[in-house]
């Protein structure tokens, strides 16, 4: 089951609005047997805002549940399973996103580029723990296969704007010796530099909140 299903949904965001601001954190789920799993998930990304926080253990989520281990293994069979988790709502949540943005038909090509980018920055904003996960700081001591999944997240996400780009040359807002590739990778680098700094300076420095003239390079 994916992540999606288990933490319940940050609010949409309105894709007519070039700096989103309706994105609010994920709700904390009610105590019930059914969703249990939403609730360990929810707990390790609050306990991930904890800039101070460089190790979470089961251990930890389970005395912040007042639960045994034993109960949490029952609902995922590894930490790395729970941040698994967490990974699989990242990346459905952005790509939710993504495909509303880019099925918007009301949106001008390159507007559509500019919300992308916003969503990206907004969602980081409003979910610090997650953040921690996006940029792949948090899974340094973790397993591997983790950190291999993030770096997964970040082509998947660099080639929906890649495609965004090649639409919006289809459509005549860029020229046809326009380097779709190469301009997807700049925004995702840069994107990717928002977040690092977000976590660096413990979510002091926002992602969100930039002005045109630092996105106007993304759009010429």
Not at 45 to 60: F, G, N, Q, S, V
Not at 198 to 209: D, E, I, M, R, W
Request: charged content about 20%.
């Amino acid at each position: 089951m994916s992540a999606q299903n288990e933490i319940p949904h940050a609010n949409a965001i309105d894709p007519h609005d070039a700096a989103p601001g309706s994105l609010v954190r994920i709700a904390r789920p009610k105590r019930g047997r059914g969703n249990r799993r939403a609730e360990i998930l929810q707990t390790l990304a609050t306990l991930l805002e904890d800039p101070a926080c460089d190790r979470i253990t089961t251990a930890l989520i389970a005395r912040r549940l007042e639960l045994s281990e034993a109960a949490l293994y029952r609902s995922f069979p590894s930490k790395a399973a729970m941040f698994s988790g967490l990974i699989d709502f990242i990346e459905s949540s952005l790509l939710d996103l993504f495909a509303r943005i880019r099925s918007d038909t009301s949106l001008e090509p390159r507007a559509r580029i500019q919300v992308m980018v916003n969503v990206m920055l907004e969602f980081a904003d409003k979910n610090p723990g997650l953040c921690r996960v996006m940029t792949g700081q948090v899974l340094l001591k973790e397993d591997p296969r983790l950190t291999t999944r993030i770096a997964h997240l970040y082509d998947v996400l660099e080639a929906q704007i890649r495609q965004t780009y090649r639409d919006a040359m289809l459509a005549g807002a860029f020229p046809a010796d326009f380097n779709a590739s190469a301009r997807a990778n700049l925004v995702m680098t840069w994107v990717l530099g928002r977040w690092l700094r977000f976590v660096l300076t413990g979510f002091q420095a926002h992602p969100s909140g930039v002005g045109p003239a630092m996105t106007a390079p993304f759009l010429s």
